[in-house]
């Protein structure tokens, strides 16, 4: 399989690097897994992850926009784990479970992030907080989710408790 092979159509967003072509690269994967063309809608959500990877990369704009661009992160990572439930191997669905949880981790508990990244990555926990805990309920225990969920999220000020729930 060929990512290339995923061309945008015509009237498609030119610029790689918005927001608004990561929604449409989701879409239209989405669309195409609806359609039952698996391959198509893998190749189009590993284009959105890379898109997703490449906006949280940005400092600027992931300060700019923190909710957005790891709500990508997150939903490009979790779009995965459902096409691989659904064609296998369930170990690339665990592995796109999990490496969400492990990067929102690592970025609440960077000081050297600005508070609104910090927060954002803390509030995006309890989605890949959540969707770990299906996993186990439908797979039963596994270490490595085990560990994440035992693993605890930073807190930075008097207002971090209150996020994460």
């Known amino acids: 399989m060929q990512l290339s092979s995923f061309p945008p159509p015509g009237g498609a967003p030119r610029t790689a690097s918005t927001l608004g072509h990561w929604a449409f690269l989701t879409r239209r994967a989405l669309d195409a897994g609806r359609a039952g063309r698996l391959e198509i809608a893998l190749a189009g959500h590993v284009q ?47 592995l796109h479970l999990c490496e ?42 596994e270490a490595t989710v085990e560990a994440l969920l035992r693993a605890p999220a930073p807190l930075h000020g008097p207002q971090a408790a209150h996020d994460l729930h």
């Open 48 to 94: 959105a992850l890379w898109l997703a990877e490449a906006l949280v990369g940005s400092a600027a704009g992931l300060a700019r926009e923190p909710d957005d661009r790891l709500a990508a992160l997150v939903v490009s990572h979790h779009n995965l784990a459902d096409l691989y439930r659904l064609r296998g191997p369930a170990s690339q669905a665990l």
């Open 100 to 141: 969400p949880h492990r990067l929102l981790l690592a970025l609440a508990g960077r000081d050297d992030q600005p508070p609104a990244v910090r927060v954002a990555a803390r509030r995006h926990l309890r989605e890949t907080h959540s969707a770990l805990l299906q996993w186990q309920r439908r797979h039963g225990a």
